[in-house]
């Protein structure tokens, strides 16, 4: 079952940035944060993951807490493309997936 | 990149009968995969590990005899839904991990089955 909490849905504003939080206090020390995210009809993309060190890539940027028991994903300048549902999931050989994020970028 | 392909995108198949989905790993080998599926408007749910060589181990629930998996070598696996009903309507998807800790997991497109 899936052990991360994030909020139903969340709207943004097109070139702004978008921070998208995560709740994930069961997380054990060898389970990696993952985020991906899922356009309608499509395979889920990966966005980024990392274990206790903030991350960066052309994506996007994953802060964790210093506990490790939650993470925000920032998407830096949000974009109408970026609209999707977002999943983060902590695990560290299979993923079980959540209900998401619902993130609506608007113009 | 890693790239997983999945055949076909999309599948209309008549009640009673099989229907066989191919997840390949194009760029990378991989001993593990993963079958997703996913109904409308819900989240992906596992529904088996797919290890080359070996049986498959399926999540709680999910039948195995309907649901055969054949992970025959270290780039293919396959997913046959047998005796297809209505039900097993759904958009299946298979994963796998390119080796390397800087790698995520990576996804196929998705197959969309329809039963008749």
């Known amino acids: 079952d899936a052990k991360t909490t994030q909020p139903p849905s969340m709207d943004c504003a097109e070139g702004r940035a978008a921070n998208l939080p995560c709740n994930h206090s069961t997380i054990s020390g060898n389970e990696y944060v993952y985020w991906y995210r899922q356009i309608h009809s499509q395979g889920p993309q990966y966005i980024i993951h990392?274990?206790?060190n903030n991350e960066t890539n052309e994506m996007a940027s994953l802060i964790i807490t210093e506990d490790r028991k939650s993470s925000t994903l920032i998407l830096p300048h949000a974009t109408l493309r970026d609209t999707a549902v977002y999943y983060c999931?902590?695990?560290?050989?299979?993923?079980?997936f959540g209900a998401g994020t619902t993130v609506t970028v608007r113009a | 990149g890693a790239v997983v392909s999945q055949h076909p995108s999309w599948v209309i198949c008549k009640s009673g009968t099989s229907v066989k989905i191919e997840c390949r790993s194009l760029d990378f080998q991989a001993t593990t995969m993963f079958w997703y599926r996913q109904f409308p408007k819900q989240s992906l749910m596992l529904m088996a590990t797919s290890n080359e060589g070996s049986k498959a181990t399926y999540e709680q629930g999910v039948e195995k005899d309907k649901f055969l998996i054949n992970h025959a070598s270290l780039t293919l696996s396959t997913l046959t839904v047998t005796s297809a009903h209505p039900e097993d309507s759904s958009f299946y998807i298979c994963?796998?991990?390119?080796?390397?800790?800087?790698?995520?997991?990576?996804f196929g497109s998705g197959t969309r089955l329809t039963v008749v």
């Open positions: 999931i902590e695990g560290d050989y299979k993923l079980s």
């Open positions: 990392g274990l206790k």
């Open positions: 994963s796998a991990r390119p080796p390397g800790l800087s790698y995520g997991y990576t």
